[in-house]
């Protein structure tokens, strides 16, 4: 069955331009124009992936919004911003809301396409998981990828596709330092180190949250991160 995306971009011309794109590549898509249309459809049913962008209609933070409450229903879902906003400031914005990835609308069609692709294979990775590999525990840490749940001193962290690939990469080899093309290839993504960063510090958060004295990732200046435990 095919891949289901959702476009949720005010303008008409840009909207039809990549439905038209992703049905090329045997997706199927379904569009909205704004924030509400999109939120009741998804009530009834989720996509597999959602693109976003920021400004929808009269709604100048409509995208933001949107994200939140996804992020909300489905820790999972893989949710994309492309916009025209380019500011770095919209940008962490958005991957602190829990996007997956934060494009802008001068990117080219293939490498879009690739950043797409790229997401669909984490997570049917995640999904059929080598059976060795589906259980990590490390200290207080418990990972299990062929349920895609995290544990923290037995309570769920809650992460994106992403972060929990970033997580499991550092905690696969605890002592060792991870560079950031490490990690990008074990997210199997396109970040830049700006983007890297954001997702870490989002990742200590959530850790935090359950567990104020947590310092598991320790950040090794000029190289990369490691986990400690």
């Known amino acids: 069955m095919a891949k289901r995306i959702a476009i949720v971009e005010d303008e008409a011309a840009i909207r039809d331009n990549y439905a038209a794109a992703f049905k090329r590549e045997g997706y199927a898509v379904d569009t909205y124009d704004s924030r509400k249309p999109a939120l009741q459809a998804f009530a009834a049913r989720l996509p597999d992936l959602v693109v976003i962008d920021i400004n929808l209609r009269d709604d100048v933070e409509g995208g933001f919004e949107l994200c939140r409450e996804l992020r909300a229903r489905a820790a999972e879902l893989p949710i994309i911003f492309l916009t025209a906003r380019d500011s770095e400031f919209d940008a962490v914005s958005g991957l602190r809301l829990g996007a997956d990835d934060y494009l802008t609308k001068d990117i080219s069609l293939p490498h879009l396409m690739a950043r797409i692709a790229a997401l669909f294979r984490r997570l049917e990775a995640m999904q059929q998981p080598h059976a060795a590999e589906s259980r990590l525990t490390r200290g207080d840490l418990a990972i299990d ?60 958060r959530k850790f935090i949250a359950i567990d104020a004295g947590f310092n598991a990732i320790e950040t090794v200046y000029g190289m990369g991160y490691r986990w400690l435990q």
Do not use: C
């Open 145 to 204: 990828t062929e349920r895609m749940t995290v544990l923290w001193q037995e309570q769920p962290v809650g992460l994106t596709l992403t972060e929990f690939w970033l997580v499991h990469a550092m905690a696969r080899y605890p002592g060792h330092v991870k560079n950031r093309q490490q990690l990008m290839d074990a997210a199997q993504a396109v970040l830049d180190d700006n983007t890297i960063t954001s997702h870490v510090k989002r990742i200590r």
